[in-house]
């Protein structure tokens, strides 16, 4: 969209509504990430937001992709959460491990998330419920192919 009178000239139905990602498998690009503390104690938390390239094995068409809403993978950044060897669950093993990046483990984490920003991989997704009230439905990666 170039301009805001481009934007006034669509109509509702110009404009396709976001999905869910379906359950399945996917390649992944890093797209960016967001440290923060959170809770009553303040854990540290780092967000990583991931977008579907490309379909491996799902329902979906490879060309609806671009309308499928972004993922996000959350990684708690605490000294006993850092050790998980998981890389769907562990940040230092998603880094090291999922994106290849181990070769360079000498680098500080806020590097190394930089770094990370469009690098690939592939994850099974799966759906869960999330929310305050379990009202959600949200694609999640739940292991790392």
């Not at 050790?83 to 093993?93: F, I």
């Amino acid at each position: 969209m170039s301009n805001v009178a481009d934007f006034l000239n669509m109509t509702p139905n110009d404009t396709p509504e976001s999905i869910v990602l379906p359950e399945g498998s996917y390649e992944f690009t890093v797209t960016s990430y967001r440290a923060d503390a959170v809770g009553e104690n303040q854990t540290p938390l780092v967000k990583v937001n991931i977008k579907a390239t490309s379909v491996v094995d799902s329902e979906i068409e490879e060309e609806q992709l671009p309308n499928t809403e972004p993922t996000r993978m959350e990684f708690w950044a605490t000294p006993n959460a850092l050790k998980v060897k998981n890389p769907a669950t562990g940040l230092k093993s998603f880094l090291t491990t999922a994106l290849d990046m181990g070769h360079v483990d000498d680098l500080p984490y806020s590097e190394l998330l930089e770094m990370a920003i469009g690098k690939t991989f592939k994850g099974l997704v799966q759906h869960e419920m999330v929310g305050r009230n379990k009202d959600i439905l949200q694609a999640t990666v739940k292991r790392i192919l």
